[in-house]
């Protein structure tokens, strides 16, 4: 487990790595799933809160979300890939990490309304879960 200091020195990195990204003259806010606290939303994208699942049991814990937003499939990867392995997380696949015996998968899609938007889906469960 990431200990309370270092996940704070680790948020606060991601927020400086971000702020530093942002183009100028464009306000960007860092927010964090519900679900999953220590996971920042990207920019661009709103989380849908109604359709998020939180369960924990003796294995771990189980949570699934879903934000969507007028953004690109690759600027979704792009953003993970360069800001999960500052808050620890092992980027060991195409749409998959790991963390602390935890597996966090995220996979991004055109939305279902058939309308420009993506939607981006976040499964977290525990490594040993089949």
Not at 4 to 12: C, D, N, P, T
Not at 55 to 81: H, I, K, M, P, W
Request: proline share 5%; glycine share 6%.
């Amino acid at each position: 487990m990431i200990s309370i200091r270092l996940r704070s020195v680790l948020y606060a990195v991601v927020i400086v790595v971000l702020a530093v990204a942002a183009r100028p003259g464009m306000a960007q806010e860092l927010s964090f799933l519900s679900g999953i606290d220590d996971l920042p939303l990207m920019p661009g994208l709103l989380e849908q809160t109604d359709l998020t699942l939180v369960f924990d049991s003796a294995e771990g814990r189980y949570v699934e979300a879903y934000a969507t937003g007028n953004v690109t499939e690759l600027t979704v990867s792009q953003f993970y890939q360069q800001s999960l392995p500052q808050l620890g997380w092992l980027h060991d696949g195409l749409v998959t990490y790991q963390r602390d015996g935890e597996i966090l998968i995220i996979l991004s899609s055109p939305s279902p309304d058939g309308s420009s938007a993506t939607t981006v889906r976040f499964a977290l469960s525990p490594q040993n879960s089949n």
